[in-house]
């Protein structure tokens, strides 16, 4: 069953709000599409990043049943990169199951 | 005296730029004015001395660098620390048995306090006696306690003195490792700039790039990947770049082609540097190629059991507090698995159970045991998962002892990591198991 962005979205701001509850406030990354990730003024250090991708990772695969690994060359070619916003993020895990052959 | 080499290319080019920090720019004599100061600041109202052992806590600031070759000059035992990470800073400072400790402030005013300590072993002799400068460099220990790497201070800036260009250079790695004090030497004795950093984020990096036409960019592949993720170099001009040199931990092969497909007039230099030996130059192959050829200048390599094994004349006198890496026969270990190929080397990391974290070494026991400080924890195991980002992740794997929300035992170790642990060893992914991979050994598997 193909799976909806706005699921997808939810499993988003799931691993925000996760990575949120252990930074300061001035930190925390806002629960919006357009919330930079990994970008101009974005408020995630590498660590920050690297531990938001493994929340996400581990949530689709959890809740959705989506196995994807969101830092596979694939991802990291991409001439736009999926970890500039939360919408970036969004569509590339959207596009990403629409390209996978269905089990 | 040991530095007479440097002063001298300083005299040679009063006016030239030597440090931009804060956005100001400070000239080679107004460096030399500060070492001047500080020299005496230190010898007639401190007290220090020759074979003195003093922390110095800063940043690339114009009077952090001049602090650090006045006590060079001073022939001193110079323990470098960063003023930002506060973690370890006293078992650090312990550890060297730091006499004085010297803090830079961010106002650049210099406080110098007098510790209870007088610095009794028996290793800084060797220093005294043949009155040379040394230094105190640390990296992670095993079991925690980070080790003290002693150099003599000499042999590290004998390199310095064979001309290279002069490159305006980021000063991106940090005061307290050595990749950071080799590309400051490098740049300021050959009459380059110093740009400092109060940020590291790609968009702040590449704008000081634009801003002061920085010509050379040593950093690390963690910082790479950052710089394509974030699309940073498309908000920029970095057309001043010519080198880009890369090095602390493994290069994905995936990253460095994408570097030379955006930068095809830039030139990407491998460096490979280790606390014990220093910084060795190498020769890619090509510009997309992980191949390089190690040595010269003062090393050399031989490879046991896929294994390299490096001797350099710039190597440590011995660690503070753990014992010899090297050989009988003076050889360094690396603890680098390598492939060769006629006279080139591939590195493929450590074949060691160490994670390495964007350049910063993880020792799993040392996670395990804070993890297992947890009630609810019967068995942790520890380990790196590869990542394109950081190179590694931590990963634990966990056993419970009875039955327990798995949620909040996850949020659980997280937090108290988080309280006891430098950022990069806390644990990415936690996963919950029934039992831990046990070897016929009775040991836990690192695979």
């Known amino acids: 069953m193909k799976i909806s962005a706005d699921q997808i979205r939810e499993i988003i701001y799931e691993s925000i709000n996760e990575i949120n509850s252990f930074f300061n406030k001035d930190k925390q990354l806002g629960i919006k599409e357009e919330t930079v990730l990994y970008g101009q003024d974005s408020r995630l250090d590498s660590l920050g990043l690297v531990n938001l991708i493994v929340e996400v990772e581990q949530r689709l695969t959890d809740k959705l049943n989506l196995n994807i690994d969101l830092t596979d060359e694939k991802a990291l070619s991409q001439n736009q990169s999926p970890f500039l916003t939360v919408k970036s993020l969004c569509d590339y895990i959207y596009n990403h199951q629409n390209q996978q052959t269905p089990e | 005296?040991?530095?007479?080499?440097?002063?001298?290319?300083?005299?040679?080019?009063?006016?030239?730029?030597?440090?931009?920090?804060?956005?100001?720019?400070?000239?080679?004599?107004?460096?030399?004015?500060?070492?001047?100061?500080?020299?005496?600041?230190?010898?007639?109202?401190?007290?220090?001395?020759?074979?003195?052992?003093?922390?110095?806590?800063?940043?690339?600031?114009?009077?952090?660098?001049?602090?650090?070759?006045?006590?060079?000059?001073?022939?001193?035992?110079?323990?470098?620390?960063?003023?930002?990470?506060?973690?370890?800073?006293?078992?650090?400072?312990?550890?060297?048995?730091?006499?004085?400790?010297?803090?830079?402030?961010?106002?650049?005013?210099?406080?110098?306090?007098?510790?209870?300590?007088?610095?009794?072993?028996?290793?800084?002799?060797?220093?005294?006696?043949?009155?040379?400068?040394?230094l105190i460099l640390f990296s992670s220990g095993t079991t925690g306690i980070p080790k003290a790497a002693l150099h003599d201070f000499t042999l590290l800036l004998e390199k310095f003195k064979t001309k290279r260009k002069a490159f305006r250079t980021i000063n991106f790695l940090m005061f307290d490792h050595w990749g950071g004090l080799n590309t400051m030497?490098?740049?300021?004795?050959?009459?380059?700039?110093?740009?400092?950093?109060?940020?590291?984020?790609?968009?702040?990096?590449?704008?000081?790039?634009?801003?002061?036409?920085?010509?050379?960019?040593?950093?690390?592949?963690?910082?790479?990947?950052?710089?394509?993720?974030?699309?940073?170099?498309?908000?920029?001009?970095?057309?001043?770049?010519?080198?880009?040199?890369?090095?602390?931990?493994?290069?994905?092969?995936?990253?460095?082609?994408?570097?030379a497909s955006i930068f095809p007039s830039v030139k990407l230099q491998q460096t490979y540097g280790l606390i014990e030996i220093g910084v060795m130059s190498t020769k890619s192959k090509s510009n997309n190629s992980l191949w390089v050829k190690l040595g010269g200048d003062g090393f050399e390599t031989r490879v046991r059991n896929n294994m390299l094994e490096i001797k350099s004349r710039s190597s440590i006198i011995c660690y503070l507090n753990y014992p010899s890496q090297f050989t009988n026969d003076g050889w360094f270990m690396t603890g680098d698995e390598v492939e060769t190929d006629g006279e080139y080397f591939r590195i493929l990391g450590r074949k060691t159970d160490l994670i390495n974290v964007g350049g910063e070494k993880v020792y799993p026991a040392e996670v395990e045991s804070v993890i297992k400080e947890l009630e609810g924890v019967a068995e942790a195991r520890v380990y790196g998962e590869s990542n394109p980002i950081t190179g590694s992740i931590v990963c634990v794997d966990i056993c419970v002892s009875e039955e327990v929300d798995k949620h909040e035992l996850k949020n659980k170790i997280k937090k108290h990591c988080i309280n006891k642990l430098q950022r990069y060893k806390v644990p990415a992914k936690i996963k919950f198991t029934e039992s831990i991979g046990m070897t016929n050994r009775f040991k836990k598997k690192t695979n």
């Not at chain 2, 300083?10 to 920090?21: G, L, M, Q, Y």
């Not at chain 2, 002061?212 to 040593?218: C, F, I, S, W």
């Open chain 2, 1 to 134: 005296m040991h530095l007479e080499f440097l002063l001298e290319e300083f005299r040679k080019i009063p006016d030239k730029d030597a440090i931009v920090w804060n956005n100001r720019v400070y000239s080679y004599d107004s460096i030399r004015g500060h070492f001047e100061n500080l020299k005496k600041l230190f010898v007639l109202d401190y007290g220090i001395k020759q074979g003195n052992v003093a922390a110095l806590k800063g940043d690339f600031s114009p009077a952090c660098i001049a602090a650090l070759l006045a006590l060079t000059e001073m022939n001193c035992i110079i323990v470098p620390l960063n003023f930002k990470s506060q973690e370890d800073l006293k078992s650090k400072i312990e550890i060297s048995e730091a006499e004085f400790v010297i803090e830079i402030n961010a106002e650049e005013k210099t406080v110098v306090q007098r510790t209870n300590t007088k610095a009794a072993n028996n290793k800084f002799e060797i220093l005294k006696s043949k009155n040379h400068p040394g």
């Open chain 2, 185 to 259: 030497f490098g740049t300021l004795s050959n009459g380059g700039t110093i740009i400092s950093l109060n940020d590291r984020t790609p968009d702040n990096v590449c704008g000081m790039i634009e801003k002061y036409k920085a010509q050379l960019l040593p950093v690390s592949p963690t910082f790479l990947n950052l710089l394509l993720i974030s699309e940073a170099y498309k908000r920029y001009d970095l057309n001043s770049l010519e080198v880009i040199s890369y090095g602390t931990e493994p290069m994905p092969e995936s990253t460095l082609k994408k570097l």
